[in-house]
């Protein structure tokens, strides 16, 4: 399966030169992420009753091209890895006028509890459902 979230380019979301602020592409990531995971029937408010967080543990991200202000883009997740205590994301995010592929990043996310902060095994939802 693969969370795929339309945004467009506010003034907001540029920096003094008229492009996308390269930080703005992890906000961009985090809600195909988001949506990713919520389609496995855990939404965060679910989450947060259970005590539970995703964080991210690793990203490895390359910048290929610049967004710009009205661009309309695409923010893709899909999970690639699967592991007890992790799940590794392959996303992207594209400009989807002309299909170009504007950054890309390997991300790493483990469950904890939102208390103690120890590490959790990954919900069962996603550990029995996802298919690599």
């Given at each position: 399966m693969i969370s795929k979230v339309k945004l467009k380019v506010y003034l907001e979301d540029t920096d003094a030169g008229g492009v996308v602020y390269h930080a703005n592409y992890l906000k961009y990531m985090e809600r195909a992420r988001t949506d990713f995971i919520g389609h496995y029937g855990l939404?965060?408010?679910?989450?947060?009753?259970?005590?539970?967080?995703?964080?991210?543990?690793?990203?490895?991200?390359?910048?290929?091209?610049?967004?710009?202000?009205?661009?309309?883009?695409?923010?893709?997740?899909?999970?690639?890895?699967?592991?007890?205590?992790?799940?590794?994301?392959k996303q992207q995010v594209i400009r989807t006028s002309d299909s170009a592929l504007l950054c890309s990043?390997?991300?790493?996310v483990v469950c904890v509890d939102s208390n103690t902060k120890k590490l959790l095994?990954?919900?069962?939802?996603?550990?029995?459902?996802v298919k690599i």
């Open positions: 939404e965060r408010n679910y989450m947060l009753e259970k005590n539970q967080i995703f964080l991210v543990r690793k990203m490895d991200i390359s910048f290929h091209s610049p967004a710009f202000l009205d661009d309309e883009l695409q923010a893709d997740a899909s999970i690639i890895e699967l592991h007890k205590y992790a799940a590794s994301f990043a390997y991300t790493q095994q990954l919900p069962s939802s996603i550990l029995s459902s």
